[in-house]
């Protein structure tokens, strides 16, 4: 007892709770306020010891000192303070008895959690509604509502000696790579840290290129999407108090696909999928190519469209180069400001800000209007990438694809690109190359990069990932087949 005082002293939301197991034994219920569920602790612990000993006094029977006088099901005896004070610090009640050599931990998990809601990053208007808590459990509960079979494996792990955060990694078992899985626990193991609290940390310490900017993993808040991947033979990563699942390992065309790629009819999904590509070009290079056109390569453009431009820009006392950049920074802190504000004024001040700050900088002569029309799609543009961390990254790399523009025009845009294409075509993702299906060049995985085929073409999983390759029944080809009668 003095030792489990001694490890919770000064800590005032630790409760110690005497009660008396028998007419002379002492024992005492020590929890943490707040993350229990005291309605279990009354209920299922208090009333029951109270009751025997009510009997015992009344009838004098010989009632067994342990768990079974208490009334909850996941129980776990242990012989260490240690190990006490760990369960008590991961919403466990602990019951002590005098004179036992042994304690009980009740499972009493609880406390204000938030219930199940849409997902506040990736909205859809088909598909399902619900979304990840920060409740571990739920999350894999929502999980489990997906996929209902025993080969959906569940690893749990802790890491953070301070936090102690509970980290549970799932992965059919018939489907996943097992060279996959344990290169995945292997570094998951090796992580040694004082603390998680958001599934970012695992990113960054288990991905291949950390120097990289491109994301290596993928995060989402729906179950569906995360059910999607295991079923592709991919490995998910749940973190207790995450809303977010971190999928691995992902190619960059998953960070192009939308969960409604695979909800609508194919003809609507390739469609959207074709303008979303035509827009990541445009939000990567539509800066630098009008830095690059105007400054170096004005023949390029019909004569009136240069005379326009050149009108536009004959008050401005900048180069096009810093006239972006202005734009741009600009842009950026605006989009950032509305990100941080609160919901109720974060989108008036970012629509006010760019109203304002863009007719106010054209009529001052700072900006041309051309200029503004160019940063206003490019911002639009790069709303339309479904990863938020993909969209990032495009962000990020804009800037020196702009200044290579502005000092070799379209060289340095060419040289850009293929410093770009040299990186992608050497980065892997757990082992799996990042361009995968296009490089290497694979037939079966290209039915679902550049264009989504129907889902009775889609007999395969993807080629790298899988153990069992055939998902699909391959007598479905589209056409029902023919009944007698029919």
Not at 15 to 31: A, D, H, K, L
């Amino acid at each position: 007892m003095l030792a489990v005082k001694d490890i919770f002293s000064d800590c005032s939301d630790v409760i110690f709770r005497n009660v008396m197991v028998s007419p002379e034994v002492q024992g005492v219920i020590v929890y943490i306020e707040g993350i229990v569920n005291s309605t279990d602790i009354q209920e299922h612990m208090l009333r029951p010891l109270i009751r025997g000993l009510v009997e015992q006094r009344t009838n004098e029977p010989e009632a067994p000192l342990d768990d079974t006088r208490v009334a909850l099901s996941q129980v776990k005896k242990v012989a260490t303070w240690a190990e006490a004070a760990d369960g008590v610090l991961e919403s466990s009640a602990l019951l002590l008895i005098n004179g036992s050599k042994e304690a009980w931990l009740f499972n009493v998990k609880g406390g204000v959690r938030r219930g199940v809601e849409e997902p506040q990053t990736e909205s859809v208007i088909r598909g399902p509604r619900e979304g990840f808590t920060e409740t571990l459990r739920v999350n894999t509960a929502l999980l489990r509502f997906k996929l209902k079979t025993p080969t959906l494996k569940m690893l749990s792990m802790t890491i953070g000696t301070d936090t102690k955060t509970n980290v549970v990694l799932t992965y059919l078992d018939d489907v996943a790579d097992p060279k996959m899985i344990k290169d995945v626990k292997k570094r998951l193991n090796k992580i040694k840290i004082d603390g998680i609290l958001e599934t970012g940390y695992i990113e960054e310490l288990i991905e291949d290129h950390p120097y990289s900017p491109f994301p290596q993993m993928h995060y989402t808040e729906r179950p569906d999407t995360v059910a999607g991947n295991l079923l592709e033979g991919r490995f998910a990563i749940f973190v207790d108090g995450s809303p977010f699942a971190l999928i691995g390992p992902v190619t960059m065309w998953q960070m192009l696909q939308a969960s409604e790629d695979y909800y609508e009819r194919f003809f609507i999904s390739n469609l959207i999928r074709w303008i979303r590509f035509l827009f990541v070009f445009i939000a990567l290079f539509l800066p630098a190519l009008y830095i690059a056109i105007t400054t170096f390569h004005q023949d390029m453009l019909p004569t009136t469209l240069i005379l326009s431009i050149a009108g536009a820009r004959e008050a401005i006392p900048f180069p096009a180069l810093v006239e972006a950049l202005i734009m741009e920074l600009s842009f950026e802190a605006l989009r950032e400001a509305g990100v941080r504000l609160p919901k109720t004024v974060g989108q008036a001040v970012s629509i006010l800000g760019a109203l304002v700050i863009g007719q106010a900088a054209v009529q001052a002569g700072i900006v041309s209007a051309p200029m503004v029309i160019i940063v206003s799609m490019t911002g639009i543009a790069s709303f339309t990438i479904p990863r938020f961390n993909f969209a990032i990254t495009v962000r990020l790399l804009r800037f020196p694809i702009m200044l290579l523009a502005g000092a070799l025009g379209l060289y340095g845009i060419v040289i850009g690109l293929v410093l770009i294409s040299v990186h992608l075509t050497q980065m892997t993702s757990f082992g799996v190359p990042y361009l995968s299906g296009l490089s290497p060049y694979s037939k079966t995985d290209t039915k679902d990069i550049i264009m989504r085929a129907p889902w009775w073409r889609m007999i395969n999983r993807p080629s790298t990932v899988h153990r069992d390759q055939k998902r699909m029944n391959t007598n479905i080809n589209g056409k029902p087949e023919s009944e007698e009668g029919w």
